[in-house]
């Protein structure tokens, strides 16, 4: 095994800090607003585990930083074109069904993403992911579940879940494709060759979207520039001035 | 602030039934649905535990309002939990009144169309972080009030409800109370935002009990039923002695220059909310009512085809079910 | 669609209102860590058995409660009525000798 350069490692763990986080706060959003209780209580739940893997994963990137910042420090001073989430996770929530169509297409990588890291020869990221894998094998299921259930729903369900495909699935492939950061990770054994990701989750995707009566869009395209941060969609900086408004406003008080 | 504006019904059944049935919660029985009960008492639990499912839901917006603005990872799982309890809290709460033959979406329906009320300290705005402590304390510190003694109310599945939801409640009041030591330990900024928060809800959070009923007919009916344990003044005297010590505490100042230590009767004198703003509030005119039930209604709108989508699917699984037997 | 209150057939039901499409009630029941039997702790609303089960871990499971879930719905549980309160309980009650308490074991026997 290669030794890992800690610079790469700080922005793996960030992609993954940022995925959760910034997914978690689209997920808390919807509190209070579901279509009903139940769902509003499960929604928070899966809001709750995203924000706790944030903990962990922006800790251990800040630690390998060594600059003396913290979770809190990532997550609330640094601006969108230091933010390394996938584009996916920022796409606003849209309707019901477009949240949960977004949740299951991430949960599918994120599942087989955790999954192989848990066996990542870094032991810290093999501990988070470890912890996560359980929560996230739920999240799949769960959202696996309801786009299975509306898609095949009435017919109002099933266009706006064809719709809701349609619109996000062009945002699929930016979590398949490496660049140099990523293979430096899986040459350190550190994360996996994110295109072995793809065949397992093909497969799960495949076969909850045929229960769900949808069609996967024709066409490779897919949009890029989030887990770079070479170019982010522009809801991310709308969401980074609520989520960061209290820090940026009274800086140095403590909460 | 559940129990407080809700008028118990006149009942005229079978006299020695009505004995009987009082007999029994006077003895400490539990009624059960099977039950046999008086129609005033299924009515007026009805509107009770429905108002109280209905704050428990409205009472997530205000809060949820700063989910996406708390100030730091912990704090937002902390607020997001505790929402989300609320959102459980109504659910069990619900649940209750379903077992007295109404469902839950004919009480929603009746909340969305201002026919059932809920609590109207959730009519006030959230406008600082501060106002996430001063909820949690506050309003939390007077709802506690008001639910311990329901866990003994002689409806079952109410009582029921209600010891679930204190076992879960004990953190909300903590959260908010260390918020507000947070603030008031922060900077010159921080510690004003603190008081500023107190100012606005301390009014608002006495009138939660609702206004004085110690000579209400009503009142005493639902005491000798007990769906409801304590006069509103008992409760109030009780959470101003309980608060205004934990104010000191915080180096906060109760807005109230009246508000004196009585020796005499072992409390607090303390000034009356105004009861105009009460009653206005309650009418629909309070800062925001309109985006409240705004919100209510838009959830409900918006998810009517997720509700129907996934019941559709349901039945074709289960028709297919059949069909494969 | 079932009637939401048919684990309580005496509550009246309104009949005249129009049949509403609404989620099934569910009874859930929970088994703890510590190999207690199943424990009714409430109920839920939701389309079918699969989504029922979902809803009670994220409703009832919040702070660890449970490790296996049952669900039932409502209409589906039988109860014994109230009229049948006496025949049903009362000649349990005069087996006191069912209770361990009943039973005086000298502390020198230590605990049982």
Not at chain 1, 63 to 83: H, I, N, P, Q, Y
Not at chain 2, 187 to 201: D, G, I, S
Request: aromatic share 8%; glycine share 8%; net charge negative.
């Amino acid at each position: 095994m290669t030794q890992v350069d800690q610079g790469q490692l700080f922005e793996f763990l960030c992609r993954m800090g940022d995925n959760t986080l910034v997914l978690g706060h689209r997920v808390s959003e919807w509190c209070g607003h579901a279509p009903v209780l139940e769902e509003d209580i499960a929604l928070a739940n899966t809001a709750l585990d995203l924000i706790g893997q944030t903990q962990m994963w922006l800790g251990l990137a800040a630690e390998v930083e060594g600059k003396g910042r913290s979770a809190d420090d990532l997550a609330m001073r640094r601006d969108v074109w230091d933010f390394r989430n996938v584009l996916l996770v920022e796409q606003p929530n849209g309707d019901f069904g477009q949240t949960m169509m977004r949740q299951f297409l991430f949960d599918a990588w994120h599942l087989e993403m955790l999954k192989a890291l848990t066996g990542s020869s870094n032991e810290q990221v093999a501990a988070i992911a470890a912890k996560a894998v359980k929560e996230v094998m739920y999240h799949v299921e769960r959202s696996g579940d309801t786009v299975i259930g509306l898609g095949d729903g009435t017919s109002e369900s099933h266009k706006r879940m064809q719709k809701a495909l349609d619109l996000l699935w062009p945002y699929v492939g930016e979590m398949f494709v490496a660049d140099a950061v990523d293979a430096a990770m899986a040459e350190a054994g550190v994360a996996p060759d994110l295109a072995e990701l793809r065949t397992a989750c093909d497969a799960r995707v495949g076969a909850v979207l045929a229960e769900a009566t949808l069609a996967i869009p024709e066409g490779g395209f897919a949009h890029k520039g989030g887990k770079t941060g070479v170019q982010h969609s522009e809801h991310l900086g709308h969401l980074l001035t609520q989520m960061q408004w209290l820090q940026r406003a009274y800086p140095g008080a403590t909460w | 602030m559940y129990a407080q504006m809700v008028k118990s019904e006149a009942t005229q059944e079978d006299p020695e039934r009505l004995a009987a049935f009082q007999a029994r919660i006077d003895a400490g029985e539990k009624i059960e649905p099977k039950d046999w009960m008086p129609a005033g008492y299924r009515k007026t639990l009805i509107r009770q535990i429905g108002q109280h499912a209905h704050s428990e839901i409205v009472g997530q917006l205000p809060e949820g309002n700063w989910i996406t603005r708390a100030p730091t990872l912990e704090r937002k799982a902390i607020l997001l939990a505790k929402v989300q309890d609320e959102a459980g809290h109504g659910l069990y709460l619900y649940c209750a009144a379903e077992t007295l033959g109404v469902t839950r979406d004919e009480m929603t329906e009746m909340l969305l169309d201002g026919r059932m009320k809920y609590s109207s300290i959730f009519n006030y705005p959230t406008l600082t972080w501060a106002d996430m402590g001063a909820v949690g304390w506050l309003v939390d510190g007077a709802a506690i009030m008001n639910q311990v003694p329901l866990q003994r109310t002689s409806f079952g599945p109410y009582s029921r409800a209600m010891i679930r939801v204190c076992k879960e409640e004990s953190f909300h009041q903590r959260q908010g109370y260390d918020i507000m030591m947070k603030m008031c330990a922060g900077t010159p900024e921080q510690k004003a935002m603190a008081q500023n928060a107190l100012n606005r809800f301390w009014y608002p959070s006495l009138m939660m009990f609702g206004p004085s009923d110690k000579d209400s007919v009503h009142s005493a009916q639902s005491m000798a039923w007990k769906i409801k344990m304590n006069t509103n003044d008992e409760l109030r005297q009780k959470f101003v002695d309980q608060t205004v010590p934990q104010a000191e505490y915080l180096g906060l100042t109760v807005p109230d220059e009246t508000l004196k230590w009585n020796d005499e009767k072992g409390g607090y004198d303390f000034a009356e909310p105004d009861w105009d703003e009460f009653f206005e509030v309650i009418q629909g005119n309070g800062p925001c009512n309109t985006e409240r039930l705004a919100a209510r209604n838009k959830a409900w709108d918006d998810g009517k085809w997720v509700r129907d989508g996934l019941l559709a699917h349901a039945e074709k699984k289960a028709a297919r079910r059949v069909a494969a037997e | 669609m079932s009637s939401p209150n048919a684990a309580y057939p005496d509550t009246p039901e309104t009949r005249t209102r129009p049949k509403r499409h609404e989620w099934p009630l569910w009874e859930v029941f929970i088994r703890g860590q510590h190999g207690m039997s199943h424990r009714h702790v409430g109920s839920l609303h939701a389309p079918d058995e699969e989504m029922a089960i979902k809803n009670a871990r994220d409703v009832y499971t919040r702070r660890n409660e449970g490790v296996s879930i049952w669900v039932v719905e409502a209409r589906h549980i039988a109860a014994s009525s109230p009229s049948e309160k006496g025949p049903l309980y009362e000649p349990s009650e005069s087996k006191v000798y069912r209770h361990p308490t009943f039973f005086d074991i000298p502390d020198e026997v230590g605990a049982m």
